[in-house]
């Protein structure tokens, strides 16, 4: 099966670094959809069938933590699994991100086996043998 994930990040370089990153762990993906902040993700979300929403914490306009409240709002979007991908680490932020229903969290930066290891759980895929092959050491981040 193959998944469409939404990434929202207010840093183009750092959703196309998540995608490349994804890309490279051999997940099997058919779409990715970007989004800059919490109320373009919205908009994505209106229109795309998703499986998976990637989201920053920190980001002008709607942040990672509005987007979540506002998709637990919605009989549709509240099924769709949160991986949030942030700086922000504090045991306060982690702590509600789990009470708001995030399926799990990474800090930045991050290695590309710990998205895929996330990404695998959330979803339930089965892990693939091979993974990342050795030239993909220098996406590290």
Do not use: H
């Amino acid at each position: 099966m193959s998944y469409n994930i939404l990434v929202v990040d207010d840093s183009l370089p750092m959703r196309s670094i998540i995608i490349k990153t994804i890309k490279a762990s051999g997940f099997k993906t058919s779409n990715f959809f970007e989004a800059g902040n919490g109320a373009e993700a919205l908009e994505v979300l209106k229109n795309q069938w998703l499986d998976l929403v990637i989201t920053d914490y920190n980001m002008p306009g709607m942040n990672g933590m509005e987007l979540i409240r506002e998709m637990k709002k919605d009989s549709i979007f509240n099924s769709i699994p949160v991986l949030v991908v942030s700086t922000e680490g504090s045991r306060q932020k982690m702590k509600e991100f789990q009470e708001k229903g995030v399926a799990d969290y990474i800090r930045k930066p991050f290695v590309p086996e710990e998205i895929k290891l996330k990404i695998t759980q959330i979803l339930g895929e089965v892990e693939d043998e091979e993974c990342f092959e050795e030239s993909d050491d220098d996406l590290d981040f």
